[in-house]
């Protein structure tokens, strides 16, 4: 394709022409546009898939292409079944807890500086992806990561401390943390398990409230949760992660909606749902 990539073009049947460009976002962008100018109409409607038994399966199969998370792909694949039967299409309430599967929802994690929250987006990635040093501050810009949480993608915002900024450059990056917290679909608030000098914010469906660090055996009650507490975890020696994990993702999608019998139209736009 000439000024925009060197590419190998199969022909496995007369009606259809396979492309082969190197990939990227970018060079398949070009690419779309050199065919439609040089007069390729472009197809509207269901996505083209010739081995698809019916419309919803050609969807399925395109958007099985770009979902990550097993939850999103063994639900995606029961779906051509499910139309097929004729099952009622799922309320949008359900609709909208489902289109998280598609698109990662936002978890910010927030709360006093050198908690650990770091370490603890480290530990759910198993691989490092934000710095971690033992003095306040080290995080001074927000760290995005996508993460998959008991099989639901999301991604994951590691934020600067919330304690009194030292410079501008600390204060501008908690500002923008700020509104990523507004816009966030789940916000994590960390604090050390045996801390009593912090107030958690109050119980909230959109705030999860984590005791960090409940290894060090700090406290009247060492390796108790306390009563302020949604959940207890150690990134340095794994307590609570799985369960951190299935509880964020319950929050988000819950089983509930996951196990819904219904037919669920998922290359629809997101319905709107209730707030919060």
């Not at 698809?52 to 998370?69: D, I, K, P, Q, Y």
């Not at 119980?203 to 290894?215: C, E, G, Q, Y």
Request: aromatic share 4%.
């Amino acid at each position: 394709m000439p000024g925009v990539d060197t590419l190998l073009v199969i022909r496995p049947a007369d009606d259809l022409l396979l492309v082969t460009p190197h990939g990227g976002v970018g060079v398949c962008r070009a690419l779309g546009r050199a065919l439609r100018d040089a007069g390729l109409p472009r197809r509207e409607g269901a996505p083209y898939w010739p081995e698809a038994a019916g419309e919803v399966e050609a969807r399925m199969l395109s958007t099985l292409a770009s979902v990550r998370g097993h939850r999103a792909v063994r639900l995606l694949l029961d779906q051509p079944a499910r139309w097929a039967s004729g099952l009622p299409p799922v309320p949008q309430a359900v609709a909208a807890e489902l289109a998280r599967l598609l698109r990662p929802p936002l978890v910010v994690a927030t709360g006093p500086a050198n908690v650990g929250k770091s370490s603890l987006a480290n530990a759910l990635a198993s691989r490092p992806v934000a710095r971690v040093a033992d003095r306040p501050g080290v995080t001074r810009d927000a760290v995005a990561v996508d993460l998959e949480l008991d099989g639901l993608v999301v991604r994951w915002l590691d934020a600067p401390g919330v304690d009194r900024a030292e410079d501008a450059v600390l204060a501008q990056a908690q500002a923008l943390a700020a509104i990523a917290i507004e816009a966030a679909d789940l916000v994590l608030w960390c604090q050390d398990a045996w801390d009593v000098s912090q107030r958690p914010p109050d119980p909230s469906s959109r705030w999860l409230r984590l005791a960090m660090r409940a290894d060090r055996g700090f406290g009247p009650s060492p390796g108790v949760m306390p009563a302020w507490a949604d959940a207890m975890v150690s990134a340095h020696t794994g307590l609570g992660l799985a369960e951190l994990a299935s509880q964020i993702r319950r929050r988000l999608v819950g089983d509930a909606a996951l196990s819904h019998p219904g037919a669920w139209a998922f290359w629809e736009p997101t319905p709107p749902s209730d707030p919060p």
